[in-house]
């Protein structure tokens, strides 16, 4: 599968939370990362600034995809174990890019760090997302994904 082929195929099974708050995958493999995010009021907390969860979001999603692919490629899945999001600056409107990039993909853990800039590419959140490489059996089969998703391992 080409880099190509990851990111098509990542950004077409986005469900749930990722697709529900605006999630775009620009690029996915094995060794890189990047998404965006359209900020829009629902991102927004009291005091018209991008709520923190939402960087934390995109350090999860971002770290997971490019953590998912590279466990796959060993015939293995992932499950999140730590989420550390530091936020730096504010920000409540345009688009927020996250790229990540693994720190080590070993066979029992991998440890992906992200950073999320805003439109003038100033940098606004760090995050370093640490996962747990599992058989990919040993999860309920609703949690493996769909048929034909990129994660699902058969």
């Known amino acids: 599968m080409t880099d190509e ?3 098509k195929a990542v950004q077409q099974h986005l469900c ?3 697709r529900q708050i605006g999630i775009e995958i620009l690029e996915a493999t094995l060794t890189h990362v990047h998404a965006q995010l359209t900020i829009t009021p629902q ?4 005091h018209n600034v991008v709520h923190g969860g ?3 979001s995109l350090v999860e999603t971002a770290g997971s995809i490019g953590a998912a692919l590279a466990a796959r490629a060993m015939g293995r899945t992932i499950v999140g174990i730590d989420n550390h999001t530091s936020f730096l600056r504010a920000t409540g409107q345009g688009v927020l890019h996250v790229e990540a990039e693994p720190l080590t993909v070993g066979r029992r853990t991998q440890v992906w760090n992200s950073r999320i800039v805003n439109d003038q590419g100033q940098l606004v959140a760090t995050g370093q997302l640490r996962l747990l490489c599992i058989d990919a059996g040993s999860l309920p089969e609703a949690s493996t994904g769909e048929a034909g998703s990129p994660f699902r391992i058969d």
């Open 5 to 7: 082929d990851y990111t």
């Open 43 to 46: 991102h927004l907390q009291i």
């Open 54 to 56: 939402v960087y934390s």
């Open 16 to 18: 749930g939370f990722d």
